[in-house]
């Protein structure tokens, strides 16, 4: 077992995997920048250590300033939580050759789901559908056009080197395509460094599901039922829950053991996710994997009670998953909610003082959150400052539990989004579970939100 380990993030995913290893009996270093000399997580933690400016790309990106952090505190082990490094091949292997062990995948397994044109080439090596598309890199917008005519329209742009909605456009004709083109592939180049897009169909209507992976060394791998994670805008998650409303148990069931099957094939290890368009026929197509821990995985421990960051941990230390996929069970029903420091009708982000933090408790409500009053969010980096999860023995009750969590919740000083969320938890599609990923946008320019 180690005996310390660095987190190479902040925020509540810092926080949340602290309090993991702190129950494991193992030390933790916080990293640290300027704007987060007063975070809780530098408090939380054992030991921290400041790596650079307010700016994400001057400090917690910046390879060579975690890997000086994790010598000076002797760190045995790097958790990359999400975002940041955490789907950066370049670090695992800056990590490897300096014997120090990474909590999630191999460099191969980054390296090959990390590209989403590679990924899917692997995918429809190992029979798993794919969205009809376009897999090769695309030199200009001429090109793209005549691919698109014979894909059919509408056709969705996307960046080959990463996710988050980043350098995603929507093009319905070839009039439009110039323009979209360019805009994708300057904002991909942004914010991935690598301008390179690809072209697939566009889904009408769509359900975004996911599955929950845990793979060992030793060669098993076993998924963890599924999140819905449909509710969205502009490709950001809002909401997200386990089980699906959609899905069957007989559609679950197989989409599980292609997820396991697509792992397989790899030889993936760790935490890692495999992510689903599913259309409303239940027709599904593999999307891309995630090869990390995702942001709303504390849906899933609430519906297995499975602590996901343990496993995590015991499975870059070489041990053995002691579970079969037959004592996986999915029980009762689960909801997340993401709270955001913004503007719950522009969307435009609110950093600032937190004047007062008052949050929900009680049977079946769980916050994971990096704030306090006092706290000064800032401005340099996303604007999730928590997530608020209830729990109930059905879907209605995990609603009902959340309603009342969100009349409860009060942050001062800030704008969030919780106007919103209670709005969508009221609304009659999302309680019928008949939402979609377009679902949000459509409520938005109608005005209801």
Excluded at 149 to 156: F, K, L, S, T
Excluded at 303 to 315: G, K, S
Excluded at 348 to 359: A, C, D, L, M, N
Aim: aromatic fraction near 6%; glycine fraction near 10%; hydrophobic fraction near 40%.
């Amino acid at each position: 077992m180690f005996e310390k380990i660095l987190i190479a993030n902040r925020g509540e995913i810092a926080c949340r995997v602290i309090k993991t290893a702190r129950k494991m009996g193992i030390k933790t270093v916080a990293i640290y920048s300027d704007a987060d000399r007063q975070a809780l997580h530098v408090q939380m933690a054992d030991e921290a250590v400041h790596i650079g400016p307010s700016p994400a790309n001057q400090s917690y990106i910046v390879i060579e300033n975690v890997m000086k952090a994790i010598a000076s505190s002797g760190a045995q082990a790097v958790h990359p939580g999400y975002g940041f490094l955490s789907e950066n091949s370049r670090f695992a292997q800056a990590l490897a050759a300096a014997n120090v062990a990474f909590i999630g995948p191999p460099v191969a397994a980054i390296e090959q789901m990390g590209d989403k044109i590679t990924s899917k080439k692997i995918a429809q090596e190992a029979g798993v559908s794919t969205v009809p598309g376009y897999m090769g890199l695309i030199n200009d917008a001429e090109e793209a056009v005549k691919i698109s005519q014979q894909i059919g329209y509408p056709v969705m742009i996307k960046a080959s080197a990463g996710g988050g909605g980043k350098g995603m456009r929507i093009v319905h004709n070839a009039a439009a395509f110039p323009k979209e083109f360019e805009s994708a592939r300057a904002e991909a180049e942004k914010a991935f460094g690598d301008g390179r897009v690809y072209i697939e169909k566009y889904i009408e209507q769509p359900r975004h599901i996911e599955f929950q992976l845990l793979g060992d060394e030793h060669g098993k791998v076993i998924h963890l039922g599924e999140r819905d994670c449909s509710v969205q805008r502009r490709h950001q998650k809002l909401i997200e829950e386990s089980p699906s409303p959609f899905l069957t148990p007989k559609l679950r069931e197989e989409m599980g053991k292609v997820s396991v099957r697509l792992a397989e094939t790899i030889g993936y290890q760790n935490a890692g996710t495999i992510e689903f368009l599913v259309d409303k026929h239940g027709k599904y197509y593999f999307m891309e994997m995630n090869t990390r821990i995702q942001v709303e995985h504390g849906v899933t421990e609430e519906v297995t009670d499975i602590d996901l960051v343990r496993r995590q941990i015991l499975i870059a230390c070489g041990e053995k998953l002691e579970l079969s996929q037959k004592d996986i069970k999915m029980t009762g029903h689960a909801i997340e909610c993401r709270i955001n420091a913004e503007n719950p009708k522009t969307f435009v982000p609110s950093p600032g003082e937190i004047k007062r933090y008052h949050v929900p408790g009680g049977p079946g409500v769980r916050i994971d959150s990096h704030c306090y009053a006092g706290y000064r969010v800032p401005p340099n980096y996303d604007s999730m400052i928590g997530k608020l999860i209830t729990y109930g023995v059905t879907r209605e009750s995990a609603m009902a539990r959340m309603r009342i969590a969100l009349s409860e919740m009060a942050i001062d000083g800030i704008q969030t989004n919780i106007p919103l969320q209670r709005r969508i938890l009221d609304d009659a599609t999302f309680v019928a579970g008949e939402h979609h990923i377009h679902y949000l946008g459509q409520m938005l320019e109608r005005g209801e939100g």
